[in-house]
């Protein structure tokens, strides 16, 4: 059998055991519930706003008044998916960290890779069999969620998705993927490196904890503009140039807000999303060049992480033989 045989089928056998386990199916089928909710909320919100909307024209008009300052809300169908990333990057990142756990726990608990060893496959193999049966499985889980988003958007939104809006849901899917495996690999290396399985899984949620839910609210409550529904700047009516005059009187204090948040990678992969779908009205409408230009420091950090956890998993799997051994 050669070695690509033997990785594949190691792969095959992780992805297949990670279908069976209920804790995995569970947190899979709670997400795709979530997530199809918030497309629905976000629905009605939308039509609960275009009723506002109609009833102060009608008011309008029957009392006489300008209707032409009265703006019509716009329709944006990939707006509705804000939930839906906010869904992925908490939850998605839990699912991510119980499938690294239980793919090294499986051998390390019951004290099995030693047996496995003394066939003809290396550590690395062994290792890499391991990521790639986990990686297409989030491929999978990724590919189910967005499918099943399009879907529940044409549904609920009663709207066909264009070509470029798909190939924008296309490419969120992809960094998605990106970003679960950061998780992923983070929780199968603290695995691997700690004798207590317990504490290796409690320390992967204390990761999670910080850098997926406590450092973004910190940067979004100290962001002034972010306190008031639609913003601070629009609610008050500063135009733009004013808006720049006031940011660069508190440059220190929004230069270590952004500092805060560069540290989160969960940051990162909602930043990007938010652009590419055209949730951040900075962004919609904007073509893909510019949004890649203008975050491309969020496409950086989320892709070379995945790939520092993903080697450094596979390092320490490769040399510490000892680790495997629980006292």
Do not use: C
């Not at 519930?33 to 009833?55: C, G, H, M, P, T």
């Not at 793919?103 to 550590?123: D, F, H, V, W």
């Not at 990106?178 to 317990?198: E, N, R, T, V």
């Not at 009516?237 to 440059?251: R, W």
């Amino acid at each position: 059998m050669s070695n690509i045989a033997k990785i594949w089928a190691v792969a095959t056998k992780e992805y297949t055991d990670a279908l069976k386990n209920k804790v995995f199916l569970v947190f899979l089928f709670f997400l795709l519930f979530l997530i199809s909710v918030s497309i629905v909320v976000a629905s009605f919100d939308f039509e609960s706003k275009v009723a506002v909307y109609q009833n102060a024209l009608i008011k309008l008009k029957q009392s006489g008044q300008v209707v032409e300052n009265l703006s019509e809300p716009q329709f944006f169908p990939l707006q509705l998916l804000r939930g839906a990333i906010e869904y992925l990057e908490i939850i998605g990142a839990i699912l991510a960290i119980v499938l690294g756990y239980l793919s090294i726990a499986r051998e390390k608990g019951n004290n099995t890779l030693q047996l496995i060893l003394t066939r003809p496959i290396s550590r690395l193999s062994f290792y890499i069999g391991k990521f790639l049966g986990n990686a297409l499985l989030l491929i999978s889980v990724s590919g189910i969620v967005f499918v099943g988003i399009t879907f529940v958007v044409e549904v609920i939104g009663k709207t066909i998705l264009t070509g470029p809006q798909l190939f924008r849901i296309l490419l969120t899917g992809g960094f998605t993927i990106i970003y679960l495996l950061i998780f992923f690999s983070i929780s199968a290396l603290l695995s691997i490196l700690m004798k207590s399985l317990p504490n290796a899984l409690i320390v992967s949620f204390v990761i999670w904890i910080l850098f997926v839910l406590i450092i973004p609210q910190i940067g979004d409550t100290m962001d002034p503009d972010n306190q008031v529904p639609g913003g601070l700047f629009n609610s008050l009516h500063i135009e733009k140039a004013n808006q720049l005059l006031i940011l660069e009187k508190f440059s220190r204090y929004e230069k270590t807000r952004d500092s805060l948040e560069q540290t989160s990678l969960a940051k990162h992969y909602e930043r990007l999303a938010f652009a590419l779908l055209g949730i951040k009205d900075t962004y919609n409408g904007k073509s893909l060049g510019f949004i890649f230009h203008d975050k491309i420091g969020d496409v950086w950090w989320i892709s070379l992480a995945s790939i520092f956890f993903g080697i450094a998993g596979g390092a320490v799997f490769v040399k510490k033989q000892m680790l495997w051994k629980e006292e």
